[in-house]
């Protein structure tokens, strides 16, 4: 298999592709890995659009609620998954979770992830009830060793983020911790 030049390969099928064509897909992935920052930065501003009845938009809750994070002194991938946690939302309510840690597994530490995926369960503690839901949803969680990282999460930052009258910190703020933690994969 030839190639069109030093970027871009020729193979039409994947079974006629060689070892040296996918070190130079793989170069240019890793070159273009800004874009997933970006993508992700896009996302949040779309959900600026998103209010679903709350008081305040989805952007305004994601970014009070990181500047919690941020204010308790939490770590950047903790304030980033913060910001992201209702990222999900941008493509379906019901999986939001589930989405938002997906995007974050590969560059997060786990209880990261755990935090986010299980963050719905712990915010039922504030209003399951309502919806006929059990509010103890998080016990299920209480022998894992981040169940007091997603409890001051939920309770501390996310169920308390639904203030219209602000404060209502700049998303431009976050964006150099959204690049750093983006900036590479440590696992797939
Ligand atoms: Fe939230």
């Known amino acids: 298999m030839t190639m069109n030049d030093e970027t871009t ?28 920052a970006d993508g992700l930065l896009d996302m949040l501003r779309s959900l600026s ?31 980033v998954a913060s910001l992201l946690h209702d990222v999900g939302k941008a493509i ?16 997060v530490r786990p209880e990261v992830v755990s935090m986010i995926m299980a963050h719905q369960d712990f915010q039922g503690r504030h209003y399951y009830d309502h919806l006929g839901l059990d509010a103890n949803a998080r016990d299920q969680y209480a022998d894992e ?36 933690v983006f900036a590479q994969a440590h696992q797939i």
């Open 9 to 36: 390969v020729t193979f039409t099928r994947m079974d006629e592709s060689t070892r040296e064509e996918w070190m130079v897909i793989a170069s240019e992935t890793f070159s273009n890995q800004g874009r997933v």
């Open 49 to 79: 659009a998103i209010t679903d009845g709350f008081a305040v938009d989805q952007l305004t809750h994601c970014l009070q609620t990181a500047a919690r994070a941020e204010a308790a002194g939490a770590d950047e991938e903790v304030i």
């Open 92 to 107: 379906s309510v019901p999986n939001h979770p589930r989405i938002a840690a997906e995007i974050l597994r590969p560059y």
């Open 145 to 180: 060793e981040w169940f007091e990282l997603a409890e001051r999460f939920a309770d501390e930052w996310d169920q308390t983020s639904f203030d219209p009258e602000g404060p209502i910190p700049d998303l431009a703020h976050f964006e150099p911790m959204v690049r750093r």
